[in-house]
């Protein structure tokens, strides 16, 4: 073990912004390399949007849906940030008799309220809720964050004109567009860009920011905007390790003790 | 059925968490619940798979959704989203299939649902509702309306003869009693085959029965239904299903796991396009043998 970042909320809510995105990344590292398991490069990319959003924008009455579920990793060390998933709980990451699957869990934890796993669920999910909201006249904003690759999945393009036809709660999408998904890059896979002139001809707002500038996203997303509005969050996959950032192979590769030790260096350096 | 489907939700329109979703389907059928619920009844649009998760999102927001199609585009298509998003929640999402089996007849292959219930009971808690007559509908949607788990409704056409009165609801019923096989029927084709079986003689007419609901819980099998099979030793289940998933299947394990098989089984299905051309649901029926001259015959041949 060369890193114990501990989560005492205590100590933690007195810590900034940034520090603890650094500590939920180390400690993101630490969960995977344990596990043997990969999927960090898209954990990573999306660590400072979902810090940011737990920790700054989200209000007790919101929901938050992760729709590229991959990236659970990523959700519960920012749940254990803000003190809702305990060390224990957080050691058991990907070990048999966890809670904490590889994919989230249906009916596990109430901050996530769907299992996904298979990619183009969580918008749909999360229109749902929105409309829930609506009629019943119930408080509370949806974020739902997805990945670039995702867009590929035709049941999105059903639920964004769902979304953009139905008079529904403030719904957010959150895009971390990494630019790698599986097998490839997106413009090699298949090419969506410019991907927010696309999103626009639904009849919907898009705004693109740089998805690793917690100020950018926490103006972003904090802005009380009706209906559905898209935020395309420009990111790195792997971001701050140099070995994997950008690299296609991270969204796989489980990592050797010096790759681990060297990334656990690097993120402390930042 | 479908009309009385509408005319039973009427009377729940007035329930603020009830919310129903079409898939762009209804027409001349709908409208009544359409102009009752409002901005609680939605059009979906030809949209399926978000249209299911969607209902699953309302449902997590404490709301009860409905969603409703014609069968085939309701559990085919979509079926990853009922697997996922209600199903592994165990969300109250009720879906309502239209057109159970061949109902759709020349329509074509893509309109028929074979293999509906069996493919959604492979699916974590949900239970799946076949209504015999139009009048089984009513209560059914009340008891689904108090349900806390995904449902699945099949629609067909009420083909109950005019003179005859439909039992009280209950999942199993014995419609006839007689001195032969014991045959069970999934269904609204037990309206005909009830008609039929009626003008024989009492030694050799079967006992008939009706199930309504799936899966089979051996644990609730009536005992009158055991006594007709002991007596009887021959098992006879007819439905407008694939052999694969359906009710025959269930009921042979779980007899078989009481030890209550009988010595004899026959068993009537879908069995696809067997001359590749299609027609009626009576042209498809008779093709498998599921229409009330070849079940006749069937029993005739048995002695």
């Known amino acids: 073990m060369i890193s114990d970042v501990s989560n005492s909320t205590s100590g933690q809510s007195e810590l900034e912004l940034p520090c603890r995105i650094r500590n939920a990344r180390i400690r993101l590292l630490r969960m995977h390399y344990e596990s043997g398991i990969g999927h960090i490069g898209g954990n990573l990319s999306c660590l400072d949007l979902l810090m940011t959003l737990h920790h700054e924008v989200l209000q007790h009455e919101d929901t938050f849906v992760l729709s590229k579920g991959h990236a659970a990793g990523a959700l519960y060390v920012t749940l254990w940030s803000r003190g809702k998933i305990g060390e224990d709980q957080l050691g058991s990451f990907h070990k048999d008799d966890t809670t904490l699957s590889g994919h989230p869990a249906p009916n596990r934890l109430p901050e996530i309220p769907f299992a996904t796993g298979s990619l183009g669920h969580g918008l749909s999910l999360s229109v749902g809720i929105a409309l829930g909201k609506a009629i019943q006249g119930l408080p509370g904003r949806v974020f739902c964050l997805m990945s670039d690759g995702e867009w590929q999945e035709g049941s999105n393009w059903e639920a964004l004109i769902f979304a953009a036809h139905q008079q529904i709660a403030p719904l957010t999408i959150l895009v971390d567009a990494n630019g790698l998904q599986g097998f490839g890059s997106t413009g090699q896979v298949a090419g969506m860009e410019p991907l927010a002139d696309r999103l626009c001809g639904f009849g919907v707002p898009v705004e693109e920011i740089d998805g690793h500038d917690p100020i950018a996203i926490r103006t972003a997303c904090g802005h009380s905007a009706s209906g559905t509005r898209i935020i395309i969050a420009r990111t790195r996959k792997g971001c701050g390790v140099s070995f994997m950032e950008n690299r296609m192979e991270w969204h796989y590769l489980p990592m050797t003790e010096e790759q681990y030790r060297q990334a656990v260096r690097e993120v402390s350096d930042e | ?303």
Request: some cysteine; charged content about 15%; proline content about 7%.
């Open chain 2, 1 to 303: 059925m479908r009309n009385v489907l509408c005319q039973s939700l009427l009377s729940h329109a007035e329930n603020p968490n009830l919310v129903f979703l079409t898939g762009d389907l209804g027409f001349q059928a709908l409208e009544p619940l359409r102009d009752a619920m409002g901005r609680r009844f939605i059009n979906a649009g030809v949209a399926e798979q978000n249209m299911v998760s969607v209902a699953a999102g309302l449902a997590r927001t404490n709301m009860r959704p409905w969603v409703y199609s014609i069968a085939p585009f309701l559990y085919a298509r979509p079926y990853e989203q009922i697997r996922n998003d209600v199903c592994m929640h165990g969300l109250p999402v009720t879906m309502v299939g239209n057109g159970g089996g061949y109902a759709y007849g020349v329509m074509g292959g893509t309109h028929h649902a074979l293999e509906d219930y069996g493919a959604l009971l492979c699916l974590s808690g949900l239970r799946a509702y076949i209504p015999a007559f139009a009048a089984d509908v009513p209560p059914t949607i009340d008891q689904l309306m108090t349900s806390d788990r995904p449902a699945y409704l099949r629609l067909g056409r009420c083909e109950l003869p005019k003179p005859a009165l439909a039992p009280a609801y209950a999942p199993w019923r014995r419609l006839m009693a007689g001195g032969g096989p014991t045959i069970l029927v999934v269904g609204p084709l037990v309206g005909g085959l009830w008609t039929a079986l009626e003008s024989m003689p009492d030694d050799c007419r079967p006992s008939l029965w009706i199930l309504t609901e799936l899966p089979i819980d051996e644990s609730i099998i009536p005992t009158a239904f055991l006594d007709d099979l002991r007596a009887s030793t021959h098992l006879f289940v007819i439905e407008e299903h694939v052999v694969q998933g359906g009710a025959g299947q269930m009921l042979a394990l779980a007899l078989a796991s009481i030890g209550k098989m009988p010595s004899r089984f026959t068993h009537r299905c879908a069995r696809g396009y067997p001359s590749g051309r299609y027609g009626s649901q009576s042209f498809h029926r008779k093709e498998c043998g599921l229409d009330a001259e070849s079940i006749l015959s069937e029993l005739g041949g048995l002695g």
